[in-house]
């Protein structure tokens, strides 16, 4: 397999097979292909799915691993996970290069994600080294206490066991194969199996070889990591048999709603049910309060229309809904975004499939009576959303529509996600309307509030009904850049996530993947490491209900990303 560990070798290139405990697999099932959406052209390399074989192969040397390295220290997990983020930066060029031939995403974009994902690895490492994320907890016992004694009990998190991750569409590096999924899986400790993307296959693939090197370096057992290719007629199968599999005990998804709800149930419905954390589909309202429309109408038009057409509106945290108060001010506001987003060129789309998911849910929204078209073309549209074939570059621009208030609270389509380069702009009668509508809106990841010092009243009864309904609530800002650090929040109420009591970013995205254990009356050598009074672990411990030890200050890790 190519790797980057001698500094002679060739350029690392996709085998077109299955990574399972370390070792490229012989084909088995029926082979796929993908195509560049920049040109249209079909990519010559073939990938085999994995069989359902492998599959199990795969699950059960992960189960064998996860005890087989339970003994393994947090330093030795930090250590893997260094390892990682190095001979991913090692196999930087190739891996971008592959990622924008599959997806047609910029260079400079890939690059970013890259970047990103290394840091995430990284501050990872620095998390698990630290320790506080075990949640640690002792309450001394009292033998004298009356009229009962009390019992010694320590408790802290313990990891689950093998996790399966589904590689992201629209994030080959971030949310895929060593993404925020895998990497907080592994840092938390427990063995990954990656249900490789379709539309990324070859760039998955190599992030892969760089994770199984890195595994191996650090003397880790073979089947802590395996990547599973899944694509033709077996790319839902590969998934369903995942979550089936008895050997895996939780799964993290990021994708459509249909997806994430579907294999949400298999979880739900094993014998023994096992936690899906599944990131799923986002409209990321945004409200422009009359006091920033009036002081910054072209400002706010610009960064809007960046953030809407930016990487074709592929983006879990794109703004969907725009709602302003009708008047004088928001026409040269709703103005110039047009003229912005009419200026964007056309920008590639990840596949043909998603275009036309994209056209025809665009034109459910434009079908819709009381909604106008402000740009876009609604014939071409539609003529394109009836076939859109694999061998045409599937390019579109930006499209802007517009409704009022009373229309967004009787038509429950135009509260679902467009995945694509479009928005909706939605006119109220007035400030009381935008909070009828804050009220009623999808859970989302976000909610964009737009402000001068004027709006305050407005913005604070807005923000108290946002925290109902988003993860994170932006002030005079945009909604896409995810900065992954400690006070992140990426998750938000259904359908957003299945899962709002949880981050799929940030430090707090590792605890996902424990569980609470306690310890009554437990003689040292049988409690963990990290309970015993000789070896504690991490800075953060409560004891008798109190927090002792030095605290460790929060600093900010990590760096912005396009999510």
């Known amino acids: 397999m190519p790797t980057t560990s001698e500094p002679n070798n060739p350029r690392p290139g996709p085998l077109g097979v299955s990574i399972i405990s370390g070792e490229p697999v012989e084909p088995e099932a029926d082979p796929f292909g993908v195509v560049c959406p920049s040109s249209g052209d079909p990519i010559p390399d073939r990938f085999h799915s994995a069989s359902a074989g492998q599959v199990n192969d795969a699950a059960n040397s ?48 890939l690059e970013a994600e890259l970047n990103r994902t290394t840091s995430t690895l990284e501050l990872f490492a620095k998390v698990v080294r630290e320790g506080s994320w075990k949640r640690i907890a002792i309450d001394p016992p009292e033998p004298k206490r009356r009229p009962s004694p009390r019992p010694g009990i320590r408790r802290a998190l313990v990891p689950l066991g093998p996790v399966a991750v589904f590689g992201s569409s629209n994030f080959p590096l971030a949310y895929s ?95 023994d049910p096992i936690p899906l954390f599944a990131e799923m589909g986002s409209v990321n309202p945004v409200f422009l309060l009359p006091g920033s429309v009036e002081t910054e109408p072209r400002g706010i038009a610009q960064h809007l229309a960046r953030s809407i057409s930016i990487f074709a509106g592929q983006q879990c945290t794109k703004p969907g809904l725009i709602f302003l108060v009708q008047g004088p001010t928001c026409e040269g506001c709703v103005e110039r975004l047009v003229q912005e987003l009419d200026a964007t060129p056309p920008t590639p789309m990840l596949s043909a499939g998603i275009r036309q998911r994209y056209l025809r849910s665009l034109l459910r929204v434009i079908d819709t009576p009381g909604v106008r078209v402000l740009l876009g073309d609604p014939a071409s549209i539609r003529k394109t959303s009836q076939r859109v074939p694999d061998n045409q570059p599937t390019h579109e621009k930006p499209v802007l529509l517009r409704t009022t208030e009373a229309v967004f ?38 909610g964009s509030l737009f402000l001068a010092n004027t709006d305050l009243d407005l913005a604070q009864a807005l923000s108290g009904v946002l925290t109902m309904r988003v993860g994170r609530i932006i002030c005079n800002g ?86």
């Not at 199996?193 to 379709?198: A, D, F």
């Not at 479009?422 to 804050?438: F, H, N, Q, S, T």
């Open 478 to 563: 945009v909604p896409t850049g995810v900065e992954v650090g400690y006070g992140t929040v990426h998750g938000g109420p259904f359908p957003a996530t299945n899962r709002p009591d949880t981050t799929a970013v940030g430090p707090f995205a590792l605890e996902r993947w424990c569980r609470p254990v306690a310890f009554q009356n437990t003689p040292p050598a049988l409690l963990p490491p990290e309970l015993r009074d000789e070896n504690p672990t991490g800075r953060y411990r409560i004891v008798h209900g109190k927090l002792t030890r030095e605290a460790v200050s929060h600093r900010r890790h990590g760096s912005a990303g396009p999510g």
């Open 409 to 446: 609270v009787e038509q429950q389509v135009l509260h679902e996600e467009i995945f694509g380069p479009a928005a909706v702009i939605v006119e109220c009668k007035d400030p009381e309307g935008m909070l009828r509508c804050a009220g009623i809106i999808q859970g989302s990841l976000t």
């Open 62 to 109: 992960a189960w064998r691993a996860f005890h087989q390295a339970r003994d393994r220290t947090e330093d030795d997990r930090a250590t893997m996970l260094e390892l990682i983020a190095r001979r991913i930066s090692g196999m930087g060029e190739a891996i971008t290069d592959r990622a924008h031939l599959e997806t047609g995403l910029p260079e400079n974009r």
């Open 177 to 271: 194969t060593a993404g925020t999924d895998a990497a907080s899986a592994l840092a938390a400790g427990c063995p990954v199996i990656i249900k490789g993307h379709p539309l990324h296959p070859g760039t998955g693939e190599l992030v892969a070889q760089a994770v199984s090197g890195a595994v191996r370096d650090a003397g880790f057992p073979p089947g802590w990591f395996s990547f599973l290719h899944a694509g033709g007629g077996r790319e839902h199968a590969v998934g369903v048999e995942l979550i089936r599999h008895p050997c895996v005990r939780a799964a993290g998804f990021t994708g459509s709603f249909e997806g994430g709800t579907a294999l949400a149930r298999l979880a739900a419905d094993r014998p």
